[in-house]
Antibody
Framework: QVTLRESGPALVKPTQTLTLTCTFS??????????VSWIRQPPGKALEWLAL???????YYSTSLKTRLTISKDTSKNQVVLTMTNMDPVDTATYYC???????????????????WGQGTMVTVSS | DIQMTQSPSSVSASVGDRVTITCRAS??????LAWYQQKPGKAPKLLIY???SLQSGVPSRFSGSGSGTDFTLTISSLQPEDFATYYC??????????FGPGTKVDIK
């Protein structure tokens, strides 16, 4: 059974750095084609993709947030960590981690989709 | 970056209705589009990938179509458990990914 679980502080102050950990089980991030990603959702608003790390330790970030984000993995612990610097009240959101494997598509090649999500962790930014 | 739009932003429907949601990409994305369902307080759930491939375990009343810039998600006969918000997501520019703004399906 594949599971992911986010952990981290529920409350951070403006200008602080947020560190979130995604602990997963049931798959290996060393497997070719496997990735883990972070997505956030402000209250009542849409999903926003933040960052992705792949099986080869390549890292990718949202264009609008890349100067503030760092993603890393510890394969031995089955964890992916996201840090976001200079937190602001507008960063208040539920933060999700999700597995995103490469999926073969008959006759078309392959795609990637978020097939398993964590439950999410709510982060409030307030002084 | 590829931008995604969805229409309508919300739709009111009754159990048994056929519901269609549209997603449009700002540039061609081939068939690299996924659809997700999200219920209040829950994480999203993958319904469809590659525009029309049904994720394992998803009821067959859900279907997807389209390619290029225009895509649709259809629920053939709305069930009580289908009242939720639906998001599209492009994967053409993987690993840079984008979600649409969502479409809320609520009870008429």
């Amino acid at each position: 059974q594949v599971t992911l679980r986010e952990s981290g502080p529920a409350l951070v102050k403006p200008t602080q750095t947020l560190t979130l950990t995604c602990t997963f089980s049931g798959f290996s991030l060393s497997t070719s084609g496997m990735c883990v990603s972070w997505i956030r959702q402000p209250p009542g608003k849409a999903l926003e993709w933040l960052a992705l790390i792949d099986w080869d330790d390549d890292k990718y970030y949202s264009t609008s947030l890349k100067t503030r984000l760092t993603i890393s993995k510890d394969t031995s612990k089955n964890q992916v960590v996201l840090t976001m610097t200079n937190m602001d009240p507008v960063d208040t959101a539920t933060y999700y981690c999700a597995r995103i494997p490469r999926i073969a598509v008959a006759g078309e090649g392959a795609t990637y989709a978020f097939d398993i999500w964590g439950q999410g962790t709510m982060v409030t930014v307030s002084s | 970056d590829i931008q995604m739009t969805q229409s309508p932003s919300s739709v009111s429907a009754s159990v048994g209705d056929r519901v269609t949601i549209t997603c449009r990409a700002s540039q061609g994305i081939s068939s690299w589009l996924a659809w997700y369902q999200q219920k209040p307080g829950k994480a999203p759930k993958l319904l469809i990938y590659a525009a029309s491939s049904l994720q394992s375990g998803v009821p067959s009343r859900f279907s997807g179509s389209g390619s290029g810039t225009d895509f649709t998600l259809t629920i053939s006969s709305l069930q009580p458990e289908d009242f939720a918000t639906y998001y599209c997501q492009q994967a053409n520019s993987f690993p840079l990914l984008t979600f649409g703004p969502g479409t809320k399906v609520d009870i008429k």
